[in-house]
């Protein structure tokens, strides 16, 4: 399959090597002309690193070009940052045609950002949006063309938009992630998966010391708010819990039994954190958060520590999280009951 890969991050990086590696035609689009360069000059190729050692995977094409990326492929990925989304939406929707998938994983209701951009710029195009809750593998990038894959997901969870022609989109999205893809509605429902003094300390892990009991019971009650919207609003499960993440035992979803302990293991994740600029705070929390606030004021549920969180961190970086975040308002959408938002969810915008 003809898969376009949009972006330069860590997933970006492992969404084109492991794809490629699965015998797919991958281009990738980046938007820095002089990295793009310089990977062509490498020759195109990643070295993908996973537990079965080094594998030198070649690109079908690196390009700055969108359309040129982005042309014949029936798969579209853009793992790239939410806060990055509208922009990457804007130059993509022109180039959009029939019976494409674009899939964000994740997103945070991206996919709406991604069909407003594609209706604004009057595309009338049979396209269809989805969206999961995390990344397809916990990884990292190592060098310039060189990305490690710690683990894979075992069971991802998609929301497509519009709901109506979610079985192609999923079917498609299926050819690319064998086993791993799990329907969970629309995208709002995908979008309702995404779930200490940092600052002080030259190198810190999230996932180590940012999961410790007392942190590990407040991420617990967040995610239950979480849930709750997603009950309130009549999706059924699983809700997929975050805390099966850490289980030993128990329902096997996101990255499987285990993972947390080899991703703790693998070093990738102790970093420096400038918490002002990090994209925990800027995307998880801002625009995560905020979108769930908006959405449990639609459902009649407290959201309470979501709130709290949000404060917090406006607080920190000095600006308001919820009037500059994301919430169904800013994705225009404020004007919509909840049968009318969800009219709009399964049956798009009318094109």
Not at 17 to 23: E, R, T, V
Not at 37 to 60: C, E, F, Y
Not at 124 to 151: C, Q, S, Y
């Given at each position: 399959?003809?898969?376009?890969?949009?972006?330069?991050?860590?997933?970006?990086?492992?969404?084109?090597?492991?794809?490629?590696?699965?015998?797919?035609?991958?281009?990738?689009?980046?938007?820095?002309?002089?990295?793009?360069?310089?990977?062509?000059?490498?020759?195109?190729?990643?070295?993908?690193?996973?537990?079965?050692?080094?594998?030198?995977?070649?690109?079908?094409?690196?390009?700055?070009?969108?359309?040129?990326?982005?042309?014949?492929?029936?798969?579209?990925l853009c793992p790239a940052p939410a806060f990055a989304q509208a922009d990457i939406a804007t130059q993509l929707a022109p180039h959009l045609r029939d019976g494409q998938v674009v899939f964000l994983p994740p997103a945070t209701f991206g996919s709406m950002i991604f069909a407003s951009a594609m209706r604004d710029a009057g595309s009338?195009?049979?396209?269809?949006?989805?969206?999961?809750?995390?990344?397809?593998?916990?990884?990292?990038?190592?060098?310039?063309?060189?990305?490690?894959?710690?683990?894979?997901?075992?069971?991802?969870?998609?929301?497509?938009?519009p709901l109506k022609n979610a079985d192609y989109a999923i079917e498609v999205i299926g050819r690319a992630f064998p086993g791993v893809i799990e329907p969970c509605g629309d995208a709002l429902s995908g979008a309702l998966m995404n779930a200490g003094p940092i600052e002080h300390f030259e190198r810190w892990d999230i996932h180590k010391?940012?999961?410790?009991?007392?942190?590990?019971?407040?991420?617990?009650?967040?995610?239950?708010?979480?849930?709750?919207?997603?009950?309130?609003?009549?999706?059924?499960?699983?809700?997929?819990?975050?805390?099966?993440?850490?289980?030993?035992?128990?329902?096997?979803?996101?990255?499987?039994?285990?993972?947390?302990?080899?991703?703790?293991?693998?070093?990738?994740?102790?970093?420096?954190?400038?918490?002002?600029?990090?994209?925990?705070?800027?995307?998880?929390?801002?625009?995560?958060?905020?979108?769930?606030?908006?959405?449990?004021?639609?459902?009649?549920?407290?959201?309470?520590?979501?709130?709290?969180?949000?404060?917090?961190?406006?607080?920190?970086?000095?600006?308001?999280?919820?009037?500059?975040?994301?919430?169904?308002?800013?994705?225009?959408?404020?004007?919509?009951?909840?049968?009318?938002?969800?009219?709009?969810?399964?049956?798009?915008?009318?094109?």
């Open positions: 399959m003809r898969i376009a890969v949009l972006g330069g991050g860590n997933g970006s990086f492992a969404a084109a090597g492991d794809l490629a590696l699965g015998g797919h035609e991958v281009r990738l689009w980046r938007r820095d002309a002089d990295q793009v360069a310089a990977h062509r000059a490498a020759g195109s190729r990643i070295a993908v690193k996973d537990v079965n050692g080094r594998h030198d995977v070649q690109l079908a094409l690196v390009t700055t070009d969108i359309a040129e990326a982005v042309g014949g492929a029936q798969l579209i009338r195009g049979d396209v269809r949006f989805a969206e999961t809750g995390t990344l397809p593998w916990l990884t990292r990038k190592h060098g310039p063309v060189e990305v490690a894959i710690t683990i894979r997901a075992k069971r991802l969870p998609v929301g497509v938009f010391e940012g999961t410790q009991g007392s942190i590990r019971r407040v991420t617990d009650a967040l995610d239950a708010e979480r849930i709750a919207v997603r009950e309130a609003l009549g999706y059924g499960g699983p809700h997929f819990p975050l805390v099966h993440h850490y289980a030993k035992e128990g329902e096997i979803w996101m990255y499987g039994r285990g993972s947390h302990d080899r991703l703790t293991d693998s070093g990738d994740w102790r970093e420096l954190i400038v918490l002002t600029e990090h994209r925990y705070m800027r995307e998880d929390l801002r625009l995560g958060l905020s979108l769930l606030v908006s959405v449990g004021e639609l459902a009649g549920v407290a959201t309470p520590l979501a709130r709290s969180f949000l404060a917090i961190g406006g607080a920190i970086c000095g600006e308001d999280f919820f009037k500059h975040g994301r919430t169904l308002g800013s994705l225009g959408f404020g004007d919509l009951d909840r049968s009318g938002l969800q009219q709009l969810l399964r049956e798009g915008f009318g094109q």
